[in-house]
């Protein structure tokens, strides 16, 4: 199930149809990817090690795999300064619109 879908179903307040808030902070990878977008809502253009380091994840496998789900589900772009580069990553529309949520329910 897209995450996004499943947020949308596990949420108990929604500000809009598009943003929707996770309500099982015990689900590891709803947990993982509600830090990763607060995350990127403070430091937009952040790269894979920097997105890392910020939520102590320790493997850069995990923190690809992350980042490139948020991107299939339209949370997160990537700017890529070429390869073996670092790529840059920041939030969608939709993504910020969803970290707002976030830091509303819990400042």
Not at 76 to 83: P, Y
Not at 84 to 103: C, H, Q, S
């Amino acid at each position: 199930m897209p995450l996004v879908q499943s947020l949308q179903q596990d949420t108990e307040l929604a500000p809009t149809p598009d943003a929707a808030l996770p309500a099982n902070p015990g689900n590891p990878s709803g947990r993982r990817a509600r830090e990763c977008l607060l995350f990127l809502a403070k430091h937009p253009d952040s790269s894979n090690r920097e997105v890392g380091a910020g939520m102590n994840i320790a493997h850069q496998s995990q923190v690809s795999k992350l980042l490139a789900y948020l991107l299939q589900e339209g949370l997160v772009t990537k700017r890529s300064e070429g390869k073996g580069k670092r790529n840059a990553w920041r939030l969608t529309p939709r993504g910020e619109e969803i970290a707002r949520a976030l830091m509303e329910q819990d400042p």
